[in-house]
Each structure stands twice: as structure tokens, then as C-alpha cells.
T-cell receptor, first 115, second 113 residues
Framework: ETGVTQSPTHLIKTRGQQVTLRCSSQSGHNTVSWYQQALGQGPQFIFQYYREEENGRGNFPPRFSGLQFPNYSSELNVNALELDDSALYLC??????????????FGSGTQLSVL | AQKVTQAQTEISVVEKEDVTLDCVYETRDTTYYLFWYKQPPSGELVFLIRRNSFDEQNEISGRYSWNFQKSTSSFNFTITASQVVDSAVYFCALLDSSYKLIFGSGTRLLVRP
């Protein structure tokens, strides 16, 4: 048990739609990161939030956006879905800003399928 | 460029065999961190180990051991006396200077009874 919960576990959308994925972290975890894992690949960093501010972003277009809330929950929003957005989306949290000093606790992910 | 390479896509062993998973990394940073994660079928990534670039001591934890060699930019992971429950995808990862994890493509380990 990592204390990181993601919902929903599975989701099916059609191309062009918008989707919101949710993550609930442990109390005190001020940093949340989102990763996209395509089938057969390693996770790719999307972005990171610290105390409700984005403080790092990977090579993803602006239609990928996020929010972090004071109650240690967060959201990943994806607009104008494309077929290539089909993937497992992983949320990870930690106490501080640097993963080097603490472990990242990962959720089990949301499997998104775009048809 | 920062990069992690896991050349072994899939490994299949019989229970009780030893198995080594290879990881080679590239980085320009002098200070960096390396990780191994396990991903069982449930999907969540399970932390196994973190090693910083100044600590080249090998580490053993139960049936797991890690061999970090800066000279060859490798951070290999060995499971001794493998068990069926070890079957999973294993990822090696590098923490870059902006604190994001760069993962390799993973090695799928199948331990057969």
C-alpha cells in the first residue's frame, strides 16, 4: 500500500473528447507528479506540482494540464484526446520537491483508451 | 542527453535460478540518482532501491543485490534464487537535474515454476 489512490482505474473515451483523471495522495505529500506509460514502454514524465504550482514539465503539449489542491488531491486533464493518448497514467507523490531525498509513492494508475 | 537503456526486453528463468537485469545510463550531471522499480501486473510501481552517484558500494537486501559501476555507467540488479512472485516488469530510472525520473523501457521477468 503506497497511500496513493487513482480514479477511475479504467476509462474509455473517443477522439476529440476531454478527460479528467484524479489522484489522492498521502497527507503531507506536497509534491505530485504525473507520468504517461504507453504499452510496453517506461513511464514518461508529464509534469510535477509542488504546493499547487507547476514546477516542472516534460515534453507534452499544453492540452495536458493539471491541478493540485490543498487537500492532497490532484487532477490531470487532457483536452482534444488523440489515439496516441491511450496509455496508463500514473500519479506519484512525495513529501518534498526532490525525488532524490524521498521515495516516490506511485498509484496503480488509470488505463485510458481512446477510440 | 539523459538516457536509460535496458537492453533486455524479456527474460525467462526457472524458479531458484539467479538472474541479472542490466541497466546502462547516460548523464551529463556529476550528481545524480539511480533507481530500480518493480511493476507487478497490478500496475503500481514499487520502489526497490535508490543510489546516489557518490556511493559506489554494492548493496544487498535479502535476495536482491545491486552493482553500481560509474566507470561503465551501469547499475545492474541481481535476484538470487528467483521465485515466481518475482515475475514483473523491472524499470531502471535516472533522476535528472530538474528532478524528473527518466525511465528505461523495462525488462519483463518471467519466473517459471
Amino acid at each position: 500500500e503506497t497511500g496513493v489512490t487513482q480514479s477511475p482505474t479504467h476509462l474509455i473515451k473517443t477522439r476529440g473528447q476531454q478527460v479528467t483523471l484524479r489522484c489522492s495522495s498521502q497527507s503531507g505529500h506536497n509534491t505530485v507528479s504525473w507520468y504517461q506509460q504507453a504499452l510496453g514502454q517506461g513511464p514518461q514524465f508529464i509534469f510535477q506540482y509542488y504546493r499547487e504550482e507547476e514546477n516542472g514539465r516534460g515534453n507534452f503539449p499544453p492540452r495536458f494540464s493539471g491541478l493540485q489542491f490543498p487537500n492532497y488531491s490532484s487532477e490531470l486533464n487532457v483536452n482534444a484526446l488523440e489515439l496516441d493518448d491511450s496509455a496508463l497514467y500514473l500519479c506519484a507523490s512525495s513529501y518534498g520537491t526532490a525525488a532524490a531525498n524521498e521515495k516516490l509513492f506511485f498509484g496503480s494508475g488509470t488505463q485510458l483508451s481512446v477510440l | 542527453a539523459q538516457k536509460v537503456t535496458q537492453a533486455q526486453t524479456e527474460i525467462s528463468v526457472v524458479e531458484k535460478e539467479d538472474v541479472t537485469l542490466d541497466c546502462v545510463y547516460e548523464t551529463r550531471d556529476t550528481t545524480y540518482y539511480l533507481f530500480w522499480y518493480k511493476q507487478p501486473p497490478s500496475g503500481e510501481l514499487v520502489f526497490l532501491i535508490r543510489r546516489n552517484s557518490f556511493d559506489e558500494q554494492n548493496e544487498i537486501s535479502g535476495r536482491y543485490s545491486w552493482n553500481f559501476q560509474k566507470s561503465t555507467s551501469s547499475f545492474n540488479f541481481t535476484i538470487t534464487a528467483s521465485q515466481v512472485v518475482d515475475s514483473a516488469v523491472y524499470f531502471c530510472a535516472l533522476l535528472d537535474s530538474s528532478y524528473k525520473l527518466i525511465f528505461g523501457s523495462g525488462t519483463r521477468l518471467l519466473v517459471r515454476p
